[in-house]
C-alpha cells in the first residue's frame, strides 16, 4: 500500500506563514509579558516586522509560481498582487491602530498633546493590545483567502479572515454600545453567508464531483454535468463573496458596521476586505467559470447596476461621515462588479482600481479618525462641520482630495481606476453599462460635493471640530495615501503595466 505524502511547499506560502507565526507569537505576548506598555510595545514590535517580512516575502516570490499543499494553494501573478495590496493596507492601518494620542484625547476631553497621554491611555484601557494579534491573524485570513485553488481552502480561509476581523469590530472603547451591536450584526449575518458558501460548495461538489478550482472547470466541461444543479452551487458561492464585498442587496450590515466599528478598523475593511473578496471572487469566476461566462455575466450585470445606483441615492442621504463613505464603499462596489464581467482585460482593470480605491479609502478613514469634538469624541456629523477647513485646513484638504478621488474626478487615481473598468465593460459590450455608472459616479459626487462645500464654504459655529495632532506614523499614512492618489492619477502607467503584466491566472 502507497501512502500518499503532501508536498508542503513552505517557500510559496512564506507570507501567509510569517502572518500566522507573527499572530500565534503576539497571542503568548498577550499571555506571558506583564505590563500594558511593554505588551504595547512588544506587540507594536511583531506586527511591524511581520508585515514588512511578509511583503518582502512576497516581492522575492514574483518569479515563482506555482501550486502548494497538493494543488490547494495557487501562488501566481494576480495573488502576488493582491498578498502585496493587502500586506501595505495592513501598514497604512497599523498607524492609526497603534496611535495612542487619539485615545488619550478622547479620554482627557481636551485637544491640547499632554506628557501623560500615554498614561492615561493606559489606565483606561485604550492600548488595547490584544487588537494586534486579532488584525495579525485577518490578514493571513485574507492572504490565504485570494490563493485558494481550493473550495474546502477557501471556505477555511473565509472563516479565518472573518472571525477576528467580528472581534475588531467590537473593540471601539466610545460608543462601546454601538460598536458592540455592529460587531454583533456582523457576525449573525456574516455566519448566515458563510452557511450560504458552503452549501454552495457542496452542490457544486455534487455537480462537478471536484473541490479544485481547474477540477471544477475541467468537469463543467463534460457533457451529461447537471448545469442545473452547477448553477444552484454557483449562485449561493457568489452569494457569500458579494456578502462579504457589500453588494446590493447583500449590503445591509456595511453602514451599521462601518459607523459602529473603531474608525481605523473602518478603514481596513473597506480596503483590505474588498481586495481579498475580490481576489477569491475573480479566480472562481476566471479559473473553475471560464465556459459558463454567458450565464453569470448577465447575473453580474444586472447586479452591479443595481449596486451602483441604489448605493449612489443612499449616499447623498447621509450626514455621518463613516456611513456617508460606508454607502460609497457599495457604489465602488458595483464598479468592480463590472471589471469582474467585463473583457479579458477586466481582470487587470480590476486589479487597479482595488489597489487605488484601497489606498483613498485608507487615506480618508485616517485623516476622519483626527477630527475630534471639544471633548475627545470623534465628530462624525457632517452638520457640525462648518467651517473645518478654516480651523484645520491640512486636514479638511486631504479629506477633498480622497473625496474628489472617489467621485472621479480628473488628475486623481480614482478617475483612472474608473476609466479603466468602464473601457473594459464597454469592450465586452457593456456600452449602456458605462452610462449608468457614469450617472452613479455623478449622483455620488453631489454627496462628496456637498461635505467640501460644508468644510470650506459655510460658516463655522461653536460646535465646529479640529483635527487633533496625531503622531508622525499617522501623518505619514495619510502623505503617503494621498500622494499615491495623485501619483497614480497623473502617471498611472507604472501600476497599470503591473497590474496587465501580471493579470493571468494560473490554472
Known sequence: MTILKPSIEYTLLSPMLI?????????????????????????????????????????????????????????????LFFQGAILLAGMFTMAPIAERRLGAFALQGSLVPDSRDEQHAAAAGILQTEIFPLFLLTIGGMLAFCASADLLTMFVALEVLSLPLYVLCGLAKRRRTMSQEAALKYFLLGAFSSALFLYGVAFLYGSSGALTL?????????????????????????????????????????????????????????????????GAMLRLFYVALPNL????????????????????????????IKRLLAYSSVTNVGFLLLGVSGSHDGLSATMFYLATYGATALGAFAVISTIRQSDG?????????????????????????????????????????????????????????????????????????????????????????????????TTAVIALAATVTVGLGVMPEPLLDLADRVGSFLA
Not at 510595545?41 to 516581492?59: D, E, M, N, Y
Not at 454567458?294 to 450626514?319: D, F
Request: aromatic content about 10%; hydrophobic content about 55%.
Open 214 to 278: 481547474s477540477g471544477v472547470a475541467e468537469s463543467l466541461c463534460r457533457q451529461g454535468v447537471p448545469l442545473s444543479l452547477a448553477m444552484t452551487g454557483i449562485g449561493l458561492l457568489a452569494a457569500g463573496l458579494l456578502f462579504k464585498v457589500g453588494a446590493v442587496p447583500f449590503h445591509w450590515w456595511v453602514p451599521d458596521v462601518y459607523q459602529g466599528a473603531p474608525t481605523p478598523v473602518t478603514g481596513f475593511m473597506s480596503a483590505a476586505t474588498k481586495i481579498a473578496a475580490f
Open 377 to 473: 469624541q470623534e465628530a462624525t456629523d457632517t452638520c457640525h462641520w462648518s467651517g473645518l477647513g478654516k480651523y484645520s485646513p491640512k486636514a479638511a484638504g486631504a479629506l477633498t482630495l480622497f473625496l474628489l478621488s472617489m467621485a472621479g474626478i480628473p488628475l486623481t487615481a480614482g478617475f483612472v481606476g474608473k476609466f479603466a473598468v468602464f473601457e473594459s465593460v464597454a469592450s465586452a459590450g457593456g456600452g449602456p453599462l458605462v452610462v449608468i455608472g457614469v450617472i452613479a459616479s455623478a449622483i455620488a459626487a453631489f454627496a462628496y460635493a456637498r461635505v467640501i462645500v460644508m468644510m470650506f464654504f459655510s460658516e463655522h459655529d461653536f460646535q465646529t471640530p479640529r483635527a487633533v495632532f496625531p503622531e508622525w506614523p
Open 293 to 320: 461566462r454567458t450565464e453569470w455575466r448577465p447575473v453580474l450585470w444586472g447586479l452591479a447596476v443595481l449596486t451602483m445606483l441604489a448605493a449612489a441615492v443612499l449616499t447623498v442621504t447621509q450626514t455621518d
Open 19 to 79: 502572518m500566522f507565526g507573527a499572530a500565534v507569537v503576539g497571542l503568548l505576548i498577550e499571555a506571558v509579558l506583564p505590563g500594558e506598555s511593554r505588551r504595547y510595545r512588544a506587540q507594536v514590535t511583531v506586527s511591524t516586522a511581520a508585515l514588512g517580512s511578509a511583503f518582502i516575502a512576497v516581492l522575492l516570490l514574483r518569479n515563482h509560481h506555482g501550486t502548494a499543499v497538493m494543488g490547494s494553494v495557487m501562488i501566481d501573478g494576480p495573488t
